[in-house]
């Protein structure tokens, strides 16, 4: 009997052709070539870029580069400025007297009326000067006193003395001509008609010699006197001065208006010339004070026209001397002055020129010729033609289109091409 024998036989799988693949001779020595070669070809190229880069040097960077655009449009010939609010009278206040300030009766912006105080000095050195200067012209006027009083006893006794010598001289001339008749008639000796000669000679030499001494002294008397009355006028007007620079220690308001900038202190000492304040006159109207860069001098003349927020303006002065590259403008309001207050600042436009088209380049510290134009990221030096500046604004006349971007920041390189970070 025959027994069935049954055998599991395992599932069939696809074929991997796994036991086909073995290892060729010489596989791995290629692999390592093909390494080699990549490797070899990456130093190459490393090395080819490195002498590159030695040859030709990287470009300078520009540091926060600042571009602007150049476009059409109208280009405004006008200036932006900043004006001041000031009056169109005013009287500046300076000292006039030495000394130190005893009591200050205002204070900085009010309104004061023409002869209110301002404040009052005290000097001691005046005080004392001006004592001394009253007792010369006091002790001076004693001595004048005195020389007159000498001068009209003088004048008596020299009187006296005269009208006596008139008196002997009239009586030696009687004498004479008695003498004289008696001797006609032999009664008088020849000897004693010659004494009688004599007497009378004698009296009338006497007289006129008395005459002309007190004249003489008469003329130096007054001459004398004159001086000293030309003296003690001089010590007067002296003194008169002093007595007005003390009137002047309590200063008064030269005009009404409203005082400004006025800071003084009870205490602080002054000199001649310190300047103390401004009184501005609130009645005379007001005008507009500008700083105006010198390079525009030559372009302002009276008569432009400027506007503001408000009202319509006119130049009407410009200042000839520059402080600080600048010059003093001097506006005025074209209609009705507005309710300004002195010291306020107003924004005004001056134009200078009328609106014209143009291609325009924004202003900026590197914006001369020759500049940077952009292309790519690089920035090519190129030399161009520029105009009028205004506004912020430049006007272009040559060299450039709209559309293109120029490096406005100024840069220390002077290369002909820069790079962007």
Do not use: C
């Not at 009083?149 to 009586?171: C, F, I, K, M, N």
């Not at 010339?273 to 003349?301: K, N, T």
């Amino acid at each position: 009997m025959l027994r069935a024998v049954t055998q599991t036989l395992p599932q069939s799988q696809p074929p991997s052709g796994a036991a086909m693949d073995r290892l060729l001779p010489g596989t791995a020595r290629g692999a390592r070539r093909t390494w080699a070669l990549a490797l070899l070809a990456a130093l190459l190229l490393g090395g080819g870029a490195w002498a590159l880069r030695l040859r030709w040097p990287a470009l300078p960077v520009v540091q926060n580069p600042q571009l602007g655009t150049v476009r059409a449009g109208e280009f405004r010939d006008e200036l932006q400025l900043r004006a001041r609010a000031e009056p169109l009278r005013l009287v500046q206040l300076d000292a006039q007297e030495a000394g130190r300030v005893e009591a200050v009766l205002v204070q900085d912006g009010a309104v004061v009326q023409a002869g209110q105080l301002l404040y009052r000095l005290h000097s001691r050195e005046q005080e004392q000067l001006l004592m001394q200067r009253a007792a010369e012209v006091a002790q001076q006027q004693a001595n004048a006193a005195l020389q007159r009083s000498a001068w009209v006893s003088s004048l008596g006794q020299s009187r006296r003395e005269l009208a006596q010598l008139r008196h002997q001289a009239e009586d030696a001339a009687l004498q004479l001509q008695r003498q004289r008749a008696l001797a006609a008639e032999g009664f008088v000796s020849t000897a004693a008609l010659e004494q009688a000669e004599r007497q009378a000679d004698l009296s009338a030499q006497l007289l006129e010699q008395a005459r002309e001494d007190q004249a003489a002294e008469q003329q130096t008397r007054r001459a004398s006197l004159a001086e000293l009355d030309r003296a003690v006028g001089g010590l007067q007007q002296g003194l008169a001065l002093l007595q007005r620079a003390r009137a002047q220690w309590s200063a008064p308001a030269p005009i009404s208006g409203r005082l400004s900038g006025f800071a003084l202190q009870p205490g602080q000492s002054l000199r001649p010339g310190d300047r103390l304040g401004r009184i501005d006159d609130l009645e005379g109207g007001l005008q507009l004070a500008a700083e105006v860069d010198e390079f525009y001098l030559p372009r302002l003349s009276t008569g432009l026209g400027a506007e503001s927020e408000s009202g319509p303006l006119v130049l009407v002065q410009t200042l000839p001397q520059v402080q600080g590259g600048k010059a003093r403008a001097l506006f005025r309001f074209s209609g009705a002055t507005p309710p300004l207050r002195p010291g306020q600042t107003v924004e005004l436009r001056l134009q200078l020129s009328a609106p014209q088209p143009a291609l325009l380049l924004p202003d900026g510290p590197g914006v001369h010729s020759p500049l940077y134009v952009l292309k790519g990221r690089e920035l090519h030096r190129r030399s161009v033609q520029l105009g009028r500046r205004a506004a912020g604004l430049v006007e272009v006349l040559a060299g450039l289109q709209a559309g293109e971007q120029v490096l406005l920041s100024a840069t220390p390189h002077t290369d002909e091409r820069l790079s962007l970070p």
